[in-house]
C-alpha cells in the first residue's frame, strides 16, 4: 500500500536559516505529491503540490521538487521566519479510485529569533 | 465564510456516553472526509464519501458512524466512547477531477474522554 515517511522533529532553527524537512514515498502507479502545513490550533493547509516526475511546487519561499528516481519530495525554504513555525506534513495521493491523501507523521518546525 | 466548518470545536465527555460531531462544506464539493489525528499529530482517514456515498471505509470500530444527508454535510456519530477514542478529529472536503486532489480542512473538533 501506500506510505510516506517523513523526518522525524522537532526542527529547531534560527531565524534565517535554510530549512529542509525530508520526505520519501512508497507508491503503485504515478502518485501526486503534497506538502500541507498546520499552524497551532488549526486545521491543514495545502502549502504545495506536484503531479508528475520533476514537477518543481512552490509557495511563500518553500520548494520541493518531485523526485521519481528517489521517491522524495523534500521541503525546502532558504531563510526561515518565526511566523513558519508549524508542523508541516508529506502527503501522496494515490489511483484515481482512493481520493483520501495519505499522510506522513508530521515534522514540527520550530524557528526562534 | 468559513469554507469547511465543524462542530463542536471542543467536546469533553465520559467513558459509554454516546457523540456526534458535525460538518459542513460551502465549496460545492463533492468528496467529504474524517481523518482523525492521534496525540502524536499522527493523521489517519477514517470515512470518504463521495455524492453521499460511502467510498473509503478503513478498519474503524462500528461504533463509529458516519452519516451523509446530503453532499454538503457529512456527520460523526461516536457510541460507547472509550479513553483511546481522545484525539482532534478533521472534517475535509474536495472535489473530484485533475491529477492534484486538493483537499480542504475544518479546524478539527478536539474530543476528550475522562
Known amino acids: 500500500g501506500n506510505s510516506v515517511t517523513q523526518m522525524e522533529g522537532p526542527v529547531t532553527l534560527s531565524e534565517e536559516a535554510f530549512l529542509t524537512i525530508n520526505c520519501t514515498y512508497t507508491?503503485?502507479?504515478?502518485?501526486?505529491l503534497f506538502w500541507y502545513v498546520q499552524y497551532p490550533g488549526e486545521g491543514l493547509q495545502l502549502l504545495l503540490k506536484?503531479?508528475?516526475?520533476?514537477d518543481k511546487g512552490s509557495n511563500k519561499g518553500f520548494e520541493a521538487t518531485y523526485r521519481k528516481e528517489t521517491t522524495s519530495f523534500h521541503l525546502e525554504k532558504g531563510s526561515v521566519q518565526v511566523s513558519d513555525s508549524a508542523v508541516y506534513f508529506c502527503?501522496?495521493?494515490?489511483?484515481?479510485?482512493?481520493?483520501?491523501?495519505?499522510f506522513g507523521s508530521g515534522t514540527r518546525l520550530q524557528v526562534q529569533p | 465564510d468559513t469554507a469547511v466548518s465543524q462542530t463542536p470545536k471542543y467536546l469533553v465527555t465520559q467513558m459509554g456516553n454516546d457523540k456526534s460531531i458535525k460538518c459542513e462544506q460551502n465549496?460545492?464539493?463533492?468528496?467529504m472526509y474524517w481523518y482523525k489525528q492521534d496525540s502524536k499529530k499522527f493523521l489517519k482517514i477514517m470515512f470518504s464519501?463521495?455524492?453521499?456515498?460511502?467510498?473509503i471505509n478503513e478498519t474503524v470500530p462500528n461504533r463509529f458512524s458516519p452519516k451523509s444527508p446530503d453532499k454538503a454535510h457529512l456527520n460523526l456519530h461516536i457510541n460507547s466512547l472509550e479513553l483511546g477514542d481522545s484525539a482532534v478529529y478533521f472534517c475535509?472536503?474536495?472535489?473530484?477531477?485533475?491529477?492534484?486532489?486538493?483537499?480542504?480542512f475544518g479546524e478539527g473538533s478536539r474530543l476528550t474522554v475522562l
Open positions: 475535509a472536503s474536495s472535489q473530484v477531477g485533475g491529477r492534484a486532489v486538493e483537499l480542504f
Open positions: 507508491a503503485t502507479g504515478y502518485p501526486s
Open positions: 506536484a503531479t508528475k516526475a520533476d
Open positions: 502527503a501522496l495521493s494515490g489511483s484515481a479510485g482512493r481520493r483520501a491523501l495519505t
Open positions: 465549496l460545492g464539493h463533492d468528496t
Open positions: 464519501y463521495n455524492n453521499k456515498e460511502l467510498i
